[in-house]
């Protein structure tokens, strides 16, 4: 079972920040928050990772709260190309897979 | 050039048939894998191999038989498909041994069973 929690769906203006919450309360130390996204028809990408540090790249910022237990994806300027579904995700590093939950559904619109 | 590629994109065949789906990467990874996705949109990891190797089953029919002639190459045959395999099935790539990897993904086999 995914070990994550996230809205079902969100609406984001074009232009705007996108703002993706999830919540993670039972991670462990050495888990990794993973964040990818599946466009309509095309398999997942990946955007961003973190472990306590918040992290930024071409993509898109991850703030994860200081306890752990919770984290944010933010896409600076949202288009319409970022509608999609936005996967958070825990890492069992040790069985090496990504268990992937229900995620939330990002609708950018003009 | 495609880093994840699999073939075909869309397969459709009756019930009881014998299929096969071909995945291959250039990316230079050690592990790969093979997820399904279903009609509600859950994407749910089969199979993970690493250098030819087994890691992962997770308790898929033995009607799906995933082969790895060498680590580029992780292919999945299926015997006697049900309707209940219709999905969309997605191979992915990662470099192993490191804690933060990253998974690269194909862009997907949709298989209809009818």
């Excluded at chain 1, 928050?33 to 990408?45: A, E, L, N």
């Excluded at chain 1, 991850?62 to 919770?70: A, F, G, N, P, V």
């Excluded at chain 1, 933010?74 to 995620?103: E, M, N, Q, S």
């Amino acid at each position: 079972d995914a070990k994550t929690t996230q809205p079902t769906s969100m609406d984001c203006a074009e232009g705007r920040a996108a703002n993706l919450p999830c919540n993670h309360s039972t991670i462990s130390g050495n888990e990794y928050v993973y964040w990818y996204r599946q466009i309509h028809s095309q398999g997942p990408q990946y955007i961003i990772h973190g472990l306590k540090n918040n992290e930024t790249n071409e993509m898109a910022s991850l703030i994860i709260t200081e306890d752990r237990k919770s984290s944010t994806l933010i896409l600076p300027h949202a288009t319409l190309r970022d509608t999609a579904v936005y996967y958070c995700i825990v890492r069992v590093v040790v069985a090496d897979k990504l268990i992937f939950g229900t995620g939330t559904r990002l609708q950018v619109f003009p | 050039d495609t880093a994840v590629s699999q073939t075909p994109k869309y397969l459709v065949t009756q019930m009881g048939n014998d299929k096969s789906i071909k995945c291959e990467q250039n990316l230079g990874h050690d592990t790969m894998y093979w997820y399904k996705q279903d009609s509600k949109k859950f994407l749910k990891i089969m199979f993970s191999y690493n250098n030819k190797e087994l890691i992962i089953n997770e308790t898929v029919p033995n009607r799906f038989s995933p082969k790895s002639p060498d680590k580029a190459h992780l292919n999945l045959h299926i015997n006697s498909l049900e309707l209940g395999d219709s999905a969309v099935y997605f191979c992915a790539s990662s470099l192993e041994g490191v804690a933060n990897e990253k998974l690269f993904f194909g862009s997907g086999t949709q298989l209809s069973v009818l």
